[in-house]
């Protein structure tokens, strides 16, 4: 069964950094897009960034662009998620996802802070 499981959430001051990880099985972890959505208090889900199956391609949404860096490592199943700078309105619940037809697999999610 697919499983996603994602670490490394807390509390950081802004400014700070954390890296988030995302455990996967039940699937060909190499074969699929990986992608990480944000949900803040209040707020629709929205969309981070993703990585394709080869790792050539990764986009980010533009409120991330150029402080967050997503990476994979295949032989480890796990995606990641390393984010600077972070600001206040980075405060959400971080989920790692994956769309393996016919529908979307997402993680429990783990919640990032950011707070003086």
């Known amino acids: 069964q697919v499983q996603l499981v994602e670490s490394g959430g807390g509390s950081v001051q802004p400014g700070g950094s954390l890296r988030l990880s995302c455990a996967a099985s039940?699937?060909?972890?190499?074969?699929?897009?990986l992608s990480w959505y944000r949900q803040a208090p209040g707020k629709e889900r929205e969309w981070v960034g993703h990585?394709?199956?080869?790792?050539?391609?990764?986009d980010y949404a533009d409120s991330v662009k150029g402080r967050f860096t997503i990476s994979k490592d295949n032989g480890k199943t796990t995606l990641y998620l390393q984010m600077i700078s972070l600001r206040p309105e980075d405060t959400a619940v971080y989920y790692c996802?994956?769309?393996?037809?016919?529908?979307?697999?997402w993680g429990r999610g783990t919640q990032v802070t950011v707070s003086s």
């Open positions: 990585i394709s199956p080869s790792g050539d391609s990764i």
């Open positions: 996802s994956a769309w393996i037809s016919p529908r979307r697999y």
């Open positions: 039940g699937f060909t972890f190499e074969d699929y897009y």
